[in-house]
């Protein structure tokens, strides 16, 4: 009896212990499983009109650091603006980055766009080049500048946005068309400056002065400068970096021919603008999309889109590059880049009334 009570005890304590070793089995394997799907939930969606290699390095270092993967879709800005109006609450996208403050407005008062609050964002991006309400963060700067011929223009005759509606310059200006964000927006800031019939007068005096048509992108306005059509362009600077730098080689011949002036630094400033990021309405991942708004904004980030891109930095922290530097320091607008959005339908009314095509 005693053999037999025994050996029913050690039946039961081994019946138990696979019990357990299969429970405990069950239980990694659950807890595998929960890990798996944890890891498996760290993306950040984001929806991007800017083109450049920078940016997707930047993306590739921030997934290293953080193990986050960074989902990227491309299309021109309004394009991706329409789809996520499109998509609404279904939309995969977290994160829009576009450029132009313009643009930026457009998405917000489509209600495409949320508040974000972040310290580091706050301390990173000074209040002039984010959102009143938050809603979107500069990320990159660029100057609206006058681009000349170094052979037929004496920087010393060039001097404000203003002078270019004089005589002087008549058939000599080269600038791209009214429907182009950039333009608008630099029209906006005159508005917000001077006034709108003010604005209204000036639109109406490049017209006047133009070499000819508006056609082409910012690029084409250089190289119309260099091949003579004309003596003055108005472009973004990070073209002309952009040029300079190009493996194309007449690409390069053209941006060695022109000069860069920032104008109006007697008065109010030259007008700026950037591209930047906003969190969409309706993110499903929220806090890697405001981990990834913070890295693009840090120092190390900052300092990769102004060596390599061209672009000056937002982060006051960083410097900008030694060919930014070359070209001197100079005085921007001081209005907040909101206004840009808020004045662009008065913008493009202005350009059609002045026949600016």
């Not at 019946?15 to 357990?20: A, H, K, N, R, S």
């Not at 394009?79 to 977290?94: F, K, P, S, V, W």
């Not at 457009?106 to 000074?126: C, F, G, I, Y």
């Not at 182009?180 to 017209?207: D, F, H, M, P």
Request: charged share 25%.
């Amino acid at each position: 009896m005693k053999k037999l009570f025994l050996v029913l005890s050690l039946s039961m304590m081994l019946i138990l212990g696979l019990v357990g070793c299969s429970s405990n089995e069950e239980a990694a394997v659950s807890n595998e499983e929960v890990k798996e799907e944890v890891k498996a939930e760290q993306v950040v969606n984001l929806y991007t009109d800017r083109h450049y290699d920078t940016d997707q390095e930047l993306f590739d270092l921030f997934t290293k650091e953080t193990g986050i993967k960074v989902n990227v879709v491309k299309a021109k800005g309004d394009e991706l603006i329409e789809r996520l109006a499109r998509e609404g609450e279904n939309t995969q996208a977290d994160l829009l980055i576009t450029a132009d403050a313009g643009r930026l407005h457009r998405a917000k008062s489509k209600e495409l766009l949320q508040s974000v609050s972040s310290e580091t964002l706050s301390k990173n991006v000074p209040e002039n080049l984010r959102d009143v309400d938050s809603n979107w963060f500069g990320l990159t700067v660029r100057g609206r500048v006058l681009v000349y011929s170094k052979d037929r223009v004496d920087p010393s005759d060039l001097s404000t946005y203003e002078d270019l509606v004089n005589p002087k310059w008549n058939g000599k200006i080269l600038v791209r068309s009214s429907s182009n964000i950039y333009n608008q927006s630099l029209l906006a800031s005159l508005i917000e400056i001077k006034g709108e019939e003010e604005a209204k007068k000036w639109a109406k005096g490049v017209v006047e002065n133009m070499a000819r048509e508006p056609k082409g992108n910012d690029r084409a306005q250089a190289t119309a400068v260099v091949a003579g059509e004309g003596d003055i362009a108005i472009m973004n600077t990070y073209y002309v970096g952009k040029m300079l730098n190009s493996s194309n080689p007449e690409e390069v011949k053209v941006a060695e021919n022109v000069g860069v002036f920032f104008p109006n630094q007697d008065s109010e400033g030259t007008h700026i603008n950037v591209s930047g990021v906003g969190m969409t309405k309706h993110s499903k991942n929220m806090e890697n999309g405001i981990k990834l708004m913070e890295f693009l904004s840090s120092e190390k980030a900052q300092k990769q889109f102004a060596e390599t891109n061209y672009e000056y930095p937002v982060n006051s922290n960083v410097e900008p590059s030694e060919l930014l530097k070359s070209w001197g320091k100079f005085k921007a607008q001081n209005i907040n880049l909101s206004r840009l959005g808020e004045l662009n339908s008065q913008a493009v009314k202005i350009f059609n009334e002045v026949g600016w095509k």
